[in-house]
């Protein structure tokens, strides 16, 4: 939850643009996650502009995965705490497309890309410089 929270308080409540959507996926990755705790999660991110998901079968986290180059040729199975930036009008067809920008909070994956409010809600404020009105 504490990245929802950066998300909330660093990200959506400084960014003050209808052109924003986010959409946040909650999946089960520690014992015990369930609907019924992300529900409670949800209660962190509360801006407007969040849509929020539950994905039972971490169907999205596994997609997203391909893209995060894991450390000495593993391969991550599921991303989780992940944070993705996308143009507008970027189209998921067979795979989720690739990121313009992306943070995470993954242990032993690069660590020039751990979440930072600060450079996010930055990454932002440029990506939507270059979104039509």
Not at 113 to 133: H, I, M, S, W
Request: charged residues 30%; hydrophobic residues 45%.
């Amino acid at each position: 939850m504490q990245g929802a929270r950066v998300v909330q308080e660093q990200v959506l409540s400084k960014v003050d643009s209808e052109k924003l959507s986010a959409f946040v996926v909650w999946l089960p990755f520690v014992d015990g996650d369930s609907r019924e705790k992300a529900a409670e999660a949800m209660k962190v991110l509360t801006d407007k502009r969040a849509t929020h998901f539950w994905d039972a079968r971490s169907e999205i986290g596994k997609a997203f995965a391909e893209h995060i180059k894991a450390p000495k040729g593993q391969k991550l199975l599921v991303a989780w705490d992940y944070y993705a930036l996308f143009e507008a009008g970027a189209k998921w067809k067979d795979s989720p497309p690739a990121p313009v920008e992306w943070m995470h909070q993954l242990e032993g994956i690069e660590p020039g890309r751990l979440l930072d409010g600060d450079k996010l809600r930055q990454a932002v404020e440029k990506l939507l410089t270059t979104v039509r009105k």
